[in-house]
């Protein structure tokens, strides 16, 4: 699996937009862009994924760079609870039991 | 759907004891795997599960012990506890073969061994 780096800690304020990023230089073709997040050391929770098109769910949006070296990961009105840690994984689509976390991005969100 | 369950919640044991660490599915995945979370850190593969008795190393195998004799579970042995070994674990379970093979974590054993 290709290597990430994140920045260590991001703040936003509440109800506006966090855009947490994530370089992943190395990356192979038939490697997925996953984020998951953790909430105060329960376990990692999906967020949402992506190979080469921008993708857009009920909880983020995922902004995939054309190069796709780099990736964002877009909360559009964050709140409280959404103080979490985002973890950007990259791996190949069949390898979810493989996964490789780093230490990911502790996002702080204040009134 | 129970989604992953993990049990105990907690545990203390004393060094040189012996316990398992239980994890179950029940949504017929393919995938398990066990991790293991220091403070501040992120999460390490201990061992995995590509399906029922087939299992592998991750990066952190050492003093640990795994089986897969069903689909659903997949327990995580400690053979002689360790300090070093005082962690948050946590359980995954995934599809392998469907196009959004995204994780499913359990809620985590806490682990202190004095």
């Known amino acids: 699996d290709a290597k990430t780096t994140q920045p260590t800690s991001m703040d936003c304020a509440e109800g506006r937009a966090a855009n947490l990023p994530c370089n992943h230089s190395?990356?192979?073709?038939?490697?997925?862009v996953y984020w998951y997040r953790q909430i105060h050391s329960q376990g990692p929770q999906y967020i949402i994924h992506?190979?080469?098109n921008n993708e857009t769910n009920e909880m983020a949006s995922l902004i995939i760079t054309e190069d796709r070296k780099s990736s964002t990961l877009i909360l559009p009105h964050a709140t409280l609870r959404d103080t979490a840690v985002y973890y950007c994984?990259?791996?190949?689509?069949?390898?979810?039991?493989?996964?490789?976390f780093g230490d990911g991005t502790t996002l702080t969100v204040k009134p | 759907n129970a989604g992953v369950t993990q049990t105990p919640k907690f545990q203390v044991l004393k060094t040189g004891q012996s316990m398992t660490l239980q994890c179950a599915q029940d949504?017929?995945?393919?995938?398990m795997s066990w991790y293991r979370q220091d403070p501040g850190m992120g999460l390490r593969l201990i061992h995995y599960?590509?399906?029922?008795?087939?299992?592998d190393q991750g990066e952190v195998p050492n003093g640990y012990n795994v089986s897969r004799s069903t689909t659903e579970d997949f327990p995580l042995r400690l053979l002689s506890a360790a300090p070093s070994q005082t962690s948050v674990y946590f359980c995954a379970s995934s599809y392998t073969l469907l196009e959004n093979t995204e994780a499913f974590f359990g809620q985590g054993t806490r682990l202190t061994v004095v």
């Open positions: 599960s590509v399906g029922a008795g087939i299992t």
């Open positions: 994984i990259v791996r190949v689509n069949t390898n979810a039991g493989k996964s490789t």
């Open positions: 992506g190979l080469k």
């Open positions: 949504m017929n995945h393919e995938y």
């Open positions: 190395t990356i192979s073709g038939n490697e997925y």
